[in-house]
């Protein structure tokens, strides 16, 4: 009995020994725990603050790419507006040339029709035989003196219109040059489209490339939430094991207590050993197998430590891949810089431009006024043709209108070039302007790129960031779906406006041809009415002839009666033919005039449908009109002259 006490006695402390140190290790698990969830967090935090930076620094780049977009709508739209305006100009011009030379034409034909009604009623009153020599003389020398006139005048109209030519080849090579420039610009647009094109494709790019990070960080966060749960789960299995093992610990020392009674009452050993030596068998039982268990339970807590530091070396894995990350976005935010400084190039060329289109319109101006001063010398030459055409006042009239309207149409021209100017100097502004956001964009990007190393906190709002990034990458993408919607329409619009100019070009050569037609059929005129101011000269000569010979045969006796009548039956008979070609003349006149009125009451319709078209500011109608009624009266004109 005695060695069994020996035996059990000292197994007592070396049970307490590791029972004592178990509680120790539970310590040093704990606090190992903490700074290992320490570091996690901190990671973590790191990782939510560079997506964070870099979700700011990409909605920035979005909204500067939107900016540049609509720098770019707005440029496109200048340049439109000026181009449109440049052609309506250049039309004006052209309509305002075409009736210089229908007045001049006008002038011209009236004056011939003056000359040819003077020789007429001159015959006539020679056939009436009211007319005298001195009086014929006198006549001849003031028929031969307008007629000079006439002919310098004619000498300096036709100076006149080939100056008009002059200017109107160069007008045409004006035009020329600033289809030159409009395709140029055509060009530089095509280019900043497929620049802007392939930024789409670069944005869209690095969406792709947000996605698939997202997409990684969410991974990790599933398993980073698995192996936290698995670790609360060993967690809790480890403060169960701590509070058996104080249960037993208790009973160890009851135990303890009981064995000194059994010392101090020796008397009841006997009954009591045999109890007290079952209960501390059981208790070696039940501490062997405490002692299996904590075996187990430390190779728990060894499996968790390896993987603890699993989870730590993915951590690092992960913190490495979003660090390669940050310098793939680093790198794209340089290349991006890049491209808005190709921008900032190509905005600088668009100033360039606008400033040429400036200087352009400068010497549209210039030569509104060289107009201008040909017009007052027109003006100068009407008055003259007014103090020697006194009898057609209300020609004149007319006349006054017609540079009336004409003087109106160049002050409203010179008001389209000052608003051209302001809307250049606006467009300058707004460049400007445009500059100054974006140098004060590079310096958000320098502040944003300073303050980028000291931003890495918080991983808490990752979701609602995320879930933010995609709903705008979903506006991005119905934004990018508008504008290449609204390129299709751009493309459709130039290739109407196109067509529209290739009709107009057609149409121009039309109207070329047709004036063609109409100056050589004016020189067959002028060429029909020389040949009858000859014939009339003939029958003048010959009129007088009859005059002489009838004043010289009065004379004579009475008994010559006779053979006078007979004579001038002869004579009679002689001149039919020449009063059969005056009566020709006489009616091809009053045809003349009826064309000329028909003309004028085309020009006035003409004048309303262009009074009309510009109320209804539609400028391709009034184009069209003035070319068919232009080709109408081109035609009738043709027809009356067969």
Not at 576 to 581: I, L
């Amino acid at each position: 009995m005695a060695k069994k006490k020996v035996t059990h006695q000292p197994k007592d402390p070396k049970q307490e020994a590791p029972q004592a140190q178990h509680p120790d290790h539970g310590a040093n698990r704990v606090s190992e725990a903490t700074p290992a969830a320490t570091i996690r967090m901190a990671a973590m935090d790191d990782s939510s603050d560079k997506l964070q930076s870099l979700k700011s620094l990409n909605s920035r780049l979005l909204k500067e790419t939107y900016e540049r977009r609509q720098q770019m709508d707005s440029l496109v739209q200048a340049k439109e507006a000026l181009e449109a305006e440049l052609n309506r100009k250049s039309q004006e011009k052209k309509g305002l040339e075409t009736e210089l030379t229908r007045a001049s034409e006008k002038s011209v034909g009236l004056e011939l029709e003056k000359g040819v009604l003077r020789v007429f009623v001159e015959t006539q009153m020679a056939q009436m035989g009211v007319g005298f020599d001195g009086w014929e003389r006198e006549k001849k020398v003031e028929i031969e003196r307008v007629r000079s006139e006439k002919e310098v005048e004619i000498v300096s109209l036709k100076w006149e219109v080939s100056k008009l030519m002059g200017s109107l080849e160069n007008e045409r090579d004006k035009v020329s040059r600033v289809c030159r420039e409009r395709d140029d610009l055509r060009k530089d647009f095509e280019g900043l489209v497929m620049e802007a094109n392939g930024l789409k494709e670069k944005v869209v790019e690095s969406e792709k490339r947000e996605r698939l990070v997202k997409e990684e960080v969410e991974k990790l966060k599933g398993e980073f939430k698995g192996l936290m749960e698995v670790r609360v789960e060993r967690e809790r299995a480890l403060e169960a094991l701590k509070k058996e093992k104080v249960l037993a610990e208790r009973k160890l020392v009851e135990s303890e207590k009981l064995t000194g009674d059994t010392r101090s009452k020796t008397e009841q050993i006997a009954r009591e050993k045999n109890e007290i030596l079952r209960e501390n068998s059981e208790l070696e039982v039940q501490i062997g197998v405490l002692e299996k268990e904590v075996g187990q339970k430390n190779e728990v807590v060894l499996d968790l430590r390896r993987e603890v530091e699993l989870l730590r070396t993915k951590i690092l894995e992960s913190d490495k891949f979003i660090e390669e990350n940050m310098k793939e976005m680093e790198m794209e935010i340089k290349s991006l810089k890049e491209e808005k400084e190709e921008n900032q190039q190509n905005i600088e060329k668009f100033r360039l431009k606008s400033y040429e289109v400036g200087v352009a319109l400068k010497v549209a101006n210039m030569e509104i006024n060289d107009k201008e001063i040909r017009i007052e010398e027109l003006v100068r030459t009407k008055n003259e043709i007014e103090e020697v055409n006194v009898g057609q006042e209300s020609e004149i009239l007319k006349l006054h209108n017609e540079v009336g309207e004409l003087r109106d149409a160049l002050f409203a021209l010179r008001t389209s070039c000052r608003d051209e100017e302001e809307k250049n100097k606006q467009l300058l502004s707004e460049v400007s302007n445009h500059n100054d956001a974006l140098d004060r964009a590079t310096l958000q990007k320098e502040e944003a790129q300073r303050g980028f190393d000291e931003e890495r906190k918080n991983v808490e709002n990752l979701k609602l960031v995320i879930s933010e990034g995609e709903r705008r990458i979903e506006e991005i993408i119905k934004e990018s779906q508008i504008l290449r919607g609204e390129h299709e329409k751009l493309l459709d619009k130039t290739k109407a406006t196109e067509s529209r100019l290739e009709s107009l070009v057609k149409e121009r050569d039309t109207a070329q041809k047709s004036l063609l037609e109409v100056q050589s059929r004016m020189e067959e005129w002028k060429a029909k009415v020389e040949s009858a101011g000859i014939n009339s000269q003939r029958a003048l000569a010959m009129l007088k002839k009859t005059a002489a010979m009838v004043s010289s045969q009065s004379e004579q006796c009475a008994d010559g009666k006779k053979e006078v009548l007979i004579h001038e039956r002869k004579l009679e008979e002689e001149v039919q033919p020449y009063v059969a070609e005056l009566e020709a003349i006489h009616t091809a006149f009053k045809s003349k005039e009826k064309m000329v009125e028909d003309m004028k009451q085309q020009v006035e319709d003409l004048k309303r449908s262009a009074a009309e078209a510009r109320k209804q500011k539609s400028f391709w109608t009034l184009i069209t009109s003035a070319t068919t009624i232009f080709a109408a009266a081109s035609v009738a004109y043709a027809a009356k002259g067969r």
